[in-house]
Each structure stands twice: as C-alpha cells, then as structure tokens.
C-alpha cells in the first residue's frame, strides 16, 4: 500500500502550487492516480487537481484549441472539439491509452507529467506544435513542448504545475496521422510515430514527425522535416520519402529492452514514417492497422 | 476394460445447455470466493521473498519487523521443521522429487520464501517486510539450462531426491526420460529423407485472473480449517498432514468457488505457509499473492528447446521420430517428470509409425517454478510436431494436410508410446476406440475456406492459412479416480456429494445433469456438494481433463446404484418385478397403472420402508481415450512490421459426446484464447539474474477482448464406450494446436518459419529477414 | 482522513489511510459490508476485476485514490441488484454460458452495463466491435470472449427492439 500522510484537495490553481510548495516533506499533484497508483513514489503527501477548474477543453475565440491538464483521456477521445481538429490525431492518441475504465481518470496533464518516452500523447501533440502552459504560485510561463521534457520520467516542472496546452488554430487544418506498433492489442507501444503536414495548395508547408518510446524523451525528427518541409508535392516522390524516413530513423536514439530492441524499433520508425508520410499525402483517413490506408490516425 | 451400459433413464438431462448451477451467484458478486468471507480475528500474512535468484539464507533478524506495533508473528527457516516433500499436488505415490521444505535455508529463484510476517492488517504485514533483516550468502544463478547442464560445481539442490527422481547433489537434472519404441538410429538411415529442426518454447503463466490465495483457521475442536483456492483438496489435506506432523482427521480442506486455476492451483503454493502460521498464532490467518507474486513465484509452463528428427519416404510415410526435450523446470521440480513425459506421450502418437525415440533432460535453475498449466507438456511438444509436420511437408514438396492425412492416427490404432510411459512408471497401453478426427479436419477445412484463400485485406499484407492437429488425454489412466455419494430427500431432490473441484469449468453442473439424467429427475432437484475433505469422498482433483470422464463415471454408478435401490422400494410396494421399473421425468413407474413421482417414493422410502435411499461409488478408468482437435488459423502479416493479425481461427474438436455442449464450447474457446497468447505475445520473461522482468499486466500481455479473431468452434461428437454417456475430457486438447497452427499460417503468408514462440513482431520481421537473406 | 460517498445509492463515511485505492476500501474493510463483487486481479488497472461505476463512469478502482471518491458517487454490481438492464445483462450471460469461474464477470457486466446505458441514450446499438472495445479493460481467462460478446450482443439487441417498438408507439 501507498504510505502517505495526507492527500490534500485544492480549491484552485494557485492553491495547488501552494498545497505543493507548503511541505512538510515531499508531495507530488495526483490527478487520476492511474501512473501513481502503478508504481506508488516515495512521499509525504499528494495534492489532487481534479478540483482547480483544469478539465476543460475549448476553442479560444481565434480558433486555438486549449486542453485543460486535467481533462481526462475519455473526454479528449470524444470531444468532438478534438476528434474534428487535425483529422482528430489527439483524440485518436488519447483513445489508444489504456482501457475504458483508465481513461475515465486518466489525464492528459499525468500522461505527459509522468514523461514517459512511450507516453502516448506526446508524439501527436509534438506534430501539432502544442504549447504547454505552467503555473507556479504567482506567476504563468509558457514553452513549446519539446522543451518539457528533459529526461526519461523528468520535465522542467519542478513542483509548478502543467495547466494544459494549447494548439494553434492553423495546426487544426494540418493533414495528420500515427502509428503506434504494439505487442498486443493494448499494450505499452514499442514505437510511435505521428506524421502532421500542412498542405498549402501544391506544396507542403510545415512538416511535422513526431516519435514515442524511441529516445529518452518523446522527440521530433527534425532533419527529416526539413527533407519535406516546404517541398512541392510532385517532389515528393517514394524515394523522397524513403530517404526522409531513413533520416527519421537515424535521429532517434532507442534502447533494448525487454519488449524489443534498439535495431527494431529504428527500423520501424523508418518504416512507419515512410508509410505515413504517403498516406498523409494521399489524404488517406482510414485508422486502423492492417487495413488498406493503413497509417491514418491510429 | 471398464464400458459404460449406456441405459440410462428417461428424458434429456445430458446433451442440453443447462443453466450453471453457480453462475447467477457468481454475476451478482455474492460472496463465495476463498476471499470473500474473512474470519474474525483474522490476521494477514506476506511473504518476504528473495531479492536474490540463488543464496543461502544465513540468518534472519526479525527483532525490528515484531517491535512494530500489529506485527503479531515471524517465521523463517530455523524456526520451521524440514521435511522434505513436493507441492506439485500430485496422488500418492508423487511423481515429483521431494526438493522441498516450507522455508528453505536456501533461496533458489527470486521470490523465494525466506520469511513470513503475520500482522492485524496488511498494510501492517507489509511495512514489517521491510523491517526484516536478512544476511544472505549470494551464490552464482544458474538461469540457462545449458549451463545448469554443464556445471556440477553450482548446484541448485545439493540433496538428492530420496526417491531417486532428481539427481540433487551430483547435478542439476531434476529429471530423464529415454523411451524408444523400434530402432530410430537404425530406421532413420534407411529414410529418403531426414528432417531436423530446433523450436524453443516461451514460460508462461496461468493468470487465473483469482490469484492464489487462501485462508485458515482452527475450528472448535482445535482442528485446522483451510479454505482455499485449489484443484486438490485431497491431495492438500494430505500433503499438509504429512509436513505439519498432523493426522489427516485434524485437517479439513474446503474449496469454495475458485476463480480459475488452469493447473496453477494443483500446486500447493501457500496452503501451507497459512496452515503453518495458523498453528502457530492460533489465529486464522489470509495470504492471497499480488500479481506480479504470481508472475514470479507461482508455477509458469516449462520452457523447453526441442529437437525433432523425422525420417519419411519420398512417399511421405513417416519411418521414424525422435523428439529430444531440454527443460526448465526451475527452482524446483514440480511435475518435472511428468509434464516432459507428457511433452512426447500426448503428440508423438498422433503420427504412429514403427520407430519413436523420446527423450528429456529436465534441468534445476535459478529461475521462477515451472509446474502444471493446462496442457501439461503437450503444447510445447504440439508446438514442436506440428510445426515440423509442415516444415517436413516443405521439404517433400507434398502438400502439408496430405502428409498430415496419410500419417495421422486412426480407429483401431494402438499409441506406441503409452505403454512406455505413464504418470512417471509404466503406463498402460491404449488402442484408440473413438475418434472424430476425420470429419474435424473436413469440417475445420471447409470452416476456414482452406482450399479458398483470401486474399490480403490490404496491398502491404500477406495472407496465410495454417493448420495444426492435437490429441491429450481423458484423466491418467489407471491413477485417477474419484467417488461420489447420492442421497435421496423426500421431497424428491438428491444431494450429490463429489471430491470433484469446479474450478470454474462447471463441473458441478455437468455432474449433475449425469445424476439426473440416470434418476430421471430434472437437474435442478440436484444439490451439489463438492470438495470439503471432511464432507464429500474423495476426488483426486481437477486436473489432466478427468472431471467428467473419470468423476463422472462415480456419478453415474452412484446414481444408477441408488436407482436399483428405488426399484426395489418401488417393486416391493406395487408387487411388480424391479427390473420392469422405468425412471423419467420425475416420475417412476412400471406400466400404465403404477406410477408416484420421485418425491412420493422418496417419502415411501423414508417414512414407509425406512430406508434412506443412498449410495457411494468409486470410478477409475484403465484407460485415457484422447479427445481429437482439428484446428485452423487465417492470418495476415505485415512483412514490413512483423505484425501478424489473426482474422480467423476455426477449432474442431472431438471430445466425446458433449454432456453440456455450451460449456464444452467455452472450454474451447478459453483454451484458444490462453493458446493465442502462447503463440503471439505472453512471455514471462527472466534475464540472466533470474530476474522477471515482466511482473505485471502492464507488461505480461494476456489476450483482451481486442485480441480475439473471428471464432469458429465445431463440436464434432462421437461415441467414447469408456466414458459415460461417451464423454472424453474437453478442456485441455484445444489449448495444444493453435499455436503451431498460427505459426504455420504466418509461414505460409511470409514464407519465414518461426521456430520460437512468441510471434511478436520483432521475432517475425527478424525471420522475415533472415528468409530473404 | 474521513471519506464521504454516497455508495449504491447510500451516504456512507470512511474512514481510509490518505494512499488508500478505492479498491481496498471498498473490498477488504474495515468498513462493513464488504463489497464482494469488486475483486482483486492485478492492482495495475489492467484487468478489470475491480470496475466500479464513479458518477456512473466506469473506473478501476485499484488505480483511483479512495479519497477520489470523496464527495462523489460509487456504484457496484451490488447496488444494482434489481436494475432491469443490470438483470437483463446477469441472465444473457448466465444462459449463454458466458460465466466460467465468475471472477471476471462482476467486473465485465458493469463495463457492459455503462456501455448500453449509454447507447440507449444516444439511441444507437452497440456494434461488434463497441462491445469489444468495452470489454477491453476486463481481461477473461477463461471464456475467450465469444459468450460474452455474443451474451452483450443479444443484450443490445433486445434493447434496440423495445427502442424501436417504443418509438412506433409514440
Ligand atoms: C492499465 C493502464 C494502461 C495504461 N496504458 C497507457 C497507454 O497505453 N499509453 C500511455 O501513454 N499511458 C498509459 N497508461 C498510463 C496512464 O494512464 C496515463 O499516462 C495517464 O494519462 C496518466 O494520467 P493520470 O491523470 O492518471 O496521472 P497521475 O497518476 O495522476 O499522475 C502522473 C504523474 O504526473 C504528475 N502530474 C499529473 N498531473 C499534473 C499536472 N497537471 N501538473 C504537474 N504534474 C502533474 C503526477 O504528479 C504524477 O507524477 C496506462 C495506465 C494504466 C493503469
Ligand atoms: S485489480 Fe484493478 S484492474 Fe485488475
Ligand atoms: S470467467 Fe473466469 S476469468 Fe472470466
């Protein structure tokens, strides 16, 4: 059993950090405990955020799309908000974490707080730009996500708190899809690749190719963007793609591990980032795997 | 040989889907799990398991753990008598080496038992754990089986068995086998060709998804009371009787509803840890294992590597067999003997030919329990088989269910093996007197479209059909056996007492349909009692398939000799010969004019005759007729990925004549579910520290609802004389053949034969590769 | 700390240690009566033996903090004892043979329950696969999934028949 002295409820944003800041001791935010309660940290007190006003999803005025951390996976998968931006990458993430029941508590702010490189949200959040928002008990800061992450199970949060993260407006109209390779039909992914491009007429506009469980943190393959970024269509022909995928393939940094090894889950991302990139040109929506257009948002 | 006269009474109570006796209370989470009923005064117990594969244990400070306030006891090896015994739950004489002792001064996997705490709450018990100091000396893990084999200076047992079994002291063989029918050697040379491939096979575990875990108490009269989780009450009662230094009448072993065991819980795996700490608090006393406790120290299927060389004519005639066995049975030798015996005895002979060689080295580790899993030997060996059946088909170029056709086993045939090798000693030998193996392997051909394949769902996939033929057996023969009691109330109902364990599979519900239907009465006038060891006559347990072959053979002679009592009663009170009295639909009678209900001649009986009308009877089988399953896989792969996605799986199975068709069905279709995750993703998987590095849900994968194909299961009946109403066992033949069946359909998609299971997608891009190299 | 639910309908207070799961409150006491039906299988939110309904959503309880609870409302298969969809889903599994050891099945009927409570009020019928995809958070070891789906599937069925018959009454 978890030993904890106390679990503390915060009323809001700004009681939260203070709740966390206040010691004794040392205390972690717990919002659906579905990562706490697997491997329960060593600490005094827990301060719950289901209460603060942070499960909201909305579209700002100019069009943003903002995820409140505590929004949970369920309502992310469903929200039509989501499932209607970017061809529903997001919504399509979050629904791929877990099971049902999970997913009734489970967070959008815990799965990426937690930092794992395999967190499923992170790579389709990654392709859309997200932007993260961080509370500390006076003041707001904001930061792409790419630099939330610092380390395997590490980000820059340092007892602040992740409020949500917002998309921008344009990056809804971006042509997405993902690719997660499992062992079994639900299952930690062994690799993860979300493909995101903005089609401007003729052309690819920005280019976006995001990767999970294939680093210490979830990462962009930047290289490989910029092989596809702002190219004409016509241009980009298989081989152009497979030479985008292999680049993607030689910048993420994977380790062996009991569930597959280095080798694999590189070859992999070269694999999928090439099959996606097509059908995402294609503009193929289809999502599941092992069907025909095979690499939508899956 | 012991036939059934099949004349049974009026009306259908066999053959038809009841409703289960227990499912109703089971849905509405009555409390009637070994866990659901907490005795008052009752203490939680955990265990403190080793953090090394391999170490004695030198000494144990328990002064801090027993100073924290709810602490209540401690154990640990000094303190605890050593008597050797096995916890494999086997019948008396075990075929298991005594390797055992309840706390060992030696850790041999990690996991294992080093200390016992007994504290007021668990949270208690398990912040205690924590507070026990132990000195180890580390001695070097032994976790590869080659290395175990080589290395006599590292031993994982330094005592022998006393009976001989394991080679405990002088090396690390837990057992051998080598049984040869004709000349293999010989006859090989004589072949047109020679086949020999290498499969390796994963450790996997039950995951009942009840874990183990059991409760005990001492009742009124100082007796030890232990209500558990198990398959084998009987065998409990007397396992813990001889290690506790009890007389058998002070123990009482109750089997409550049992979520699921699949093997797992024929072993003792903590009966005796909450007997021990019962007698010694005088208080009762719950365990009940975590999952990744069961992940690590309950029993896992034993990984094996087995080398298979066939010799066959251009013809495709099989000359000759060999299927040479190296296994892991772990730290300790549960069913080490005869789950490999098993391995050869319940698959070599689906391709009877004149020269079979079988061998096994069955090798101590440092790594987690191997013992009992549905199967029982048989799906590492049907891996093996029926893998190289294809692989022999390629090489001939001869079409892979021809092969199988012209080769497979047949009515009338005698299995050459059987004879050589029973539970352990000399068998006996069995002809095969029932088989629907033809018109399974017509009837699953036609089911998956086999002359008909589809093509790929999608330009990036490959399609592949595969197929895979299994046999087991129905109980050992000629070592189990079971009894039950019939008793008849006035009111018309019977108490049926049985030793058989519903574990889940609705034993109880099959048995009663086979009362009745020899009483003529409804099922639902049956009440079953089963496995309370002071209550019920003995059963050897819920295990090698028998429940309803053997158990259900005492059921039938109980209820067919209180039967002949009744006629009697009633013969004697209408003046009419016994042998004119007929039974059925709750009704007896004897012509048109002299008839009472059931419950009128129940009354007669008691309060008329004064007769209670009763019986006990024993049944054990001199046979083990083997059920036949036909099974068939259409899978597509993603060559580039190394997915494979099973769309389909068709089982055809002969199990005799269904007493209960739904739930042969649903035995089916569990098997094939616990089989597909053999053959693509479970794997408890250990390195060389002996460490599981997969001892969670999380991480061990068993098959979700998401997993399954389109499933198809045929029910091909046939008439077993031997069996009651020409039943043969259901449970554990399907589990043998879809993992082979699998692997063959992603050979025959990719063109890449997978020689390990499981097929994750790794393994299959890998082989993919390699294939195209 | 004092946790307040109102449980199958009925305020309750507890008393709970701050790490406590909603799980262990509610099956292995102190508090009285223990709630059975919820079972223990692996306490990583994996299979599913544990579902409760928390504002009429399915959770896990073994992953969901008691203290989560506070405030809120917890339903178990015990509390909709007499519910006619609870019934109706109890008898489709018991007849089609879907309840092998019943460990599981407490747990698979309340994710079912949720499921079909949720397409009456949407007013669709639940698809193969929605029941799969339902049931995938509760791990069987003994059915395969076949009864059990095909036990929902008829379930849904018969609902979406009344729905119809009732929407040609009005
Ligand atoms: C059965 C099961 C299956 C799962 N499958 C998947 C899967 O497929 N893919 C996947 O990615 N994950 C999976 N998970 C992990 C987990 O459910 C998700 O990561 C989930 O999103 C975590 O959210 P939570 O709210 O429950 O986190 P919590 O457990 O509450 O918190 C996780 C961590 O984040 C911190 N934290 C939470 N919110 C904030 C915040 N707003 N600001 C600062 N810190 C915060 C906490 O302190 C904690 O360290 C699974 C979990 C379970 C139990
Ligand atoms: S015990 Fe909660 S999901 Fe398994
Ligand atoms: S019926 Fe046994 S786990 Fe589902």
């Given amino acids: 059993m978890w030993e904890l002295k106390e679990y503390r409820i915060a009323g809001s944003i700004g009681e939260a950090v203070a709740m966390m800041r206040r010691g004794p001791g040392k205390g972690v935010y717990i919002a659906g405990g579905t990562d706490l309660f697997l491997f329960p940290p060593a600490c005094d007190y827990v301060v719950d955020i289901n209460h603060v006003g942070m499960s909201n999803i909305a579209r700002t005025p100019d069009g943003d799309l903002f995820i409140g951390a505590a929004a949970t996976l369920h309502d992310i998968a469903t929200c039509p908000l989501v499932t209607g931006f970017a061809g529903g ?114 052309r690819v506009g920005a280019a976006r190719i995001a990767l999970g469980s294939v680093a210490p943190v979830p990462m962009r393959a930047m290289l490989a963007e910029a092989l596809v970024e702002g190219e004409l269509i016509a241009n980009l022909d298989p081989d152009r793609l497979a030479d985008a995928a292999a680049i993607a393939a030689g910048e993420c940094e994977p380790i062996d591990d009991h569930r597959a090894s280095a080798e694999y889950r590189r070859e992999m991302v070269g694999v999928l ?24 948002a899956a | 040989m012991t036939d059934f006269v099949n004349n049974r009474a009026g009306g259908a109570q066999v053959g038809r889907n009841v409703t289960k006796i227990d499912a109703f209370k089971l849905a509405r989470g009555e409390p009637v799990y070994t866990d659901d009923v907490h005795p008052a005064g009752m203490l939680w117990a955990k265990v403190l398991g080793s953090p090394h594969a391999h170490a004695r244990i030198l000494d144990v400070d328990a002064s801090r753990a027993l100073a924290l306030p709810g602490v209540v006891d401690v154990a640990w090896h000094r303190q605890v008598k050593p008597i050797l015994h096995t916890r494999a739950g086997q019948s008396h004489p075990e075929p298991s080496p005594y390797d055992t002792v309840i706390m060992p001064d030696k850790a041999r996997h990690m996991g294992d038992r080093v200390a016992i705490v007994v504290a007021e709450t668990l949270a208690i018990a398990e912040q205690a754990l924590g507070l026990i100091d132990v000195k180890y000396e580390v001695l070097p893990a032994l976790t590869d089986m080659d290395e175990a084999l080589a290395r006599t200076d590292v031993l994982v047992h330094e005592v022998a068995d006393p009976r001989g079994i394991a080679e405990g002291g002088r090396s690390n063989v837990a057992a051998r086998i080598d049984k040869q029918v004709g000349d293999v050697s010989a006859a090989l040379k004589t072949c047109d060709h020679v086949v020999e491939r290498t499969y390796w096979l994963p450790r996997v575990q039950a995951s009942h998804i009840e874990p183990h875990v059991a409760i005990s108490w001492l009742d009124e009269d100082g007796r030890l009371v232990v209500r558990t989780s198990t398959q084998v009450p009987f065998h409990l009662r007397r396992i813990l009787a001889r290690i506790l230094e009890l007389k058998e009448a002070d123990i009482r072993v109750v089997k409550p509803r049992v979520g699921g065991g699949f093997g797992d819980k024929q072993e003792m795996v903590m009966e005796d840890i909450v007997a021990l700490m019962t007698l010694r608090t005088k208080r009762p006393v719950r365990l009940e294992f975590t999952r990744t406790e069961e992940l690590t120290s309950a029993r896992c299927r034993h990984p094996q590597r087995i080398v298979m060389t066939t010799g066959v004519m251009n013809d495709g005639t099989i000359i000759a067999n060999r299927m040479n066995v190296t296994a892991d049975t772990g730290a300790y030798g549960s069913h080490a003997l005869t789950v490999q015996g098993n391995t050869g005895q319940k698959v070599l002979p689906m391709y009877p030919c004149a020269n079979i060689h079988f061998q096994v080295t069955c090798l101590y580790t440092n790594n987690p329990i191997s013992g009992a899993f549905r199967g029982y030997g048989a799906p590492q060996g049907c891996f093996a088989l029926e893998s190289h059946i294809d692989e022999v088909a390629k090489v001939l170029g001869m079409d892979r269910l021809e092969l199988r056709k012209k080769n497979h086993i047949r009515l009338g045939d005698t299995d050459p093996l059987s004879a050589k090798l029973g539970e352990g000693r000399e068998g006996l030998s069995r002809v095969i007197r029932s088989t629907g193996l033809e018109t399974a392997i017509e009837m699953g051909c036609d089911a998956i479209g086999w002359t008909r394949k589809r093509p790929p769902s999608a330009p990036h996939l490959r399609r592949g059909l595969g197929m895979a033929l299994a046999m087991q057996g129905s109980g050992i023969a000629g070592v189990d056996w079971g009894a039950a009691t019939v008793k008849l109330n006035e009111d018309g109902s019977v108490n049926l007492a049985v030793g058989a364990t519903d574990i889940g599979q609705g034993s109880d519900t099959v048995l009663a349909q086979m009362c009745a239907q020899e009483l003529g009465i409804s099922y639902e006038k049956v009440r079953v009692l089963s496995s309370d060891t002071d209550l019920t006559p003995f059963d050897v347990g819920a295990y090698a398939s028998s429940t309803t072959y053997v158990s259900g053979g005492a059921v039938v002679k109980a209820a067919q000799q209180m039967r002949d009592q009744l006629a009697g009663v009633f013969a004697e009170k209408w003046a009419c010969p016994a042998g004119d009295v007929v039974f059925g639909d709750d009704n007896v009678s004897c012509g048109p004019d002299k008839a009472m209900t059931m419950a009128e001649l129940a009354t007669h009986a008691l309060y008329a005759a004064k007769m209670q009308p009763a019986a006990t009877a024993s049944h054990m089988s001199n046979e083990s007729p083997p059920p036949f399953a036909a099974q068939f896989a259409d899978v597509e792969v993603d060559p580039e990925t190394g997915e494979v996605f099973l769309r389909r799986f068709v089982s055809a199975v002969d199990c005799g004549t269904p007493i209960h068709p739904g739930m042969a069905e649903g035995q089916i279709e569990g098997a094939v579910s616990q089989a597909i995750g053999y053959a693509l993703f479970e794997e408890v998987i250990v390195d060389r520290a002996g460490k599981v590095k997969n001892p969670n849900f999380l991480d061990y994968k068993i098959a979700s609802a998401l997993d399954m194909p389109e499933m198809v299961t045929i029910l091909v009946p046939t008439m077993e004389p031997s069996g009651p109403y020409g039943v043969k066992a259901a449970g554990e033949v399907p589990i043998d053949g879809p993992a082979p069946a699998i692997v063959n359909a992603i050979c025959d998609a990719v063109g890449a034969r997978l020689c390990r299971i499981p097929a994750t997608p790794e393994r299959v891009w890998r082989q993919i590769k390699e294939a195209g190299e | 700390m004092k946790i307040v639910v109102k449980l199958n309908g009925r305020n309750r207070e507890w008393e709970a240690a ?31 033996a544990c579902t409760v309904l928390l504002d009429g959503q399915p959770v896990n309880s073994c992953v969901v ?53 949720e397409c009456r009020a949407a007013g669709t019928t639940p698809g193969d696969h929605a029941i799969r995809e339902a049931l995938s958070g509760n791990l069987c070891r003994c059915t395969g999934y076949v009864k059990p789906v095909a036990a929902a599937t008829a379930v849904a069925a018969t609902l979406a028949a009344v729905g119809r018959a009732e929407a040609g009454a009005r």
């Fill in chain 1, 89 to 202: 990458l997001v919504s399509a993430a979050a629904a791929h974490c877990g099971n049902r029941p999970v997913r009734t508590t489970a967070t959008i702010g815990g799965n990426l707080c937690n930092a794992l490189p395999s967190a499923d949200l992170a790579p389709a959040l990654l392709a859309l730009d997200a932007v993260c928002y961080i509370a500390d008990e006076d003041s707001q800061e904001s930061l792409p996500l790419e630099e939330f992450f610092t380390g395997p199970r590490r980000t820059v949060l340092d007892g602040r708190l992740l409020v949500g993260i917002a998309l921008s407006a344009a990056s809804g109209g971006w042509r997405a899809a993902a690719r997660r390779l499992t062992r079994s039909a639900e299952d930690i992914a062994l690799v993860q690749v979300a493909v995101a491009l903005e089609i401007d007429g003729d």
């Fill in chain 1, 273 to 296: 980032t090439r099959r996606l990139l097509a059908s995402v040109l294609a503009g193929s929506t289809d999502t599941s795997p092992g069907t025909d257009n095979e690499g939508g």
């Fill in chain 3, 18 to 48: 701050p790490g406590a799961t909603l799980l262990s409150v509610l099956r292995d006491g102190p508090q009285e009566p223990r709630m059975t039906s919820v079972k223990r299988g692996c306490e990583t939110g994996d299979c599913g």
């Fill in chain 3, 65 to 117: 903090a008691a203290a989560r609870a506070h405030g809120h409302a917890v339903t178990t298969i015990e509390g909709l004892a007499g519910d006619p969809l609870m019934t109706a889903l109890q008898a489709a599994l018991v007849e089609h043979a879907a309840v092998q050891c019943g460990y599981c099945s407490p747990g698979m009927l309340v994710s079912l329950y949720h499921l079909l409570k």
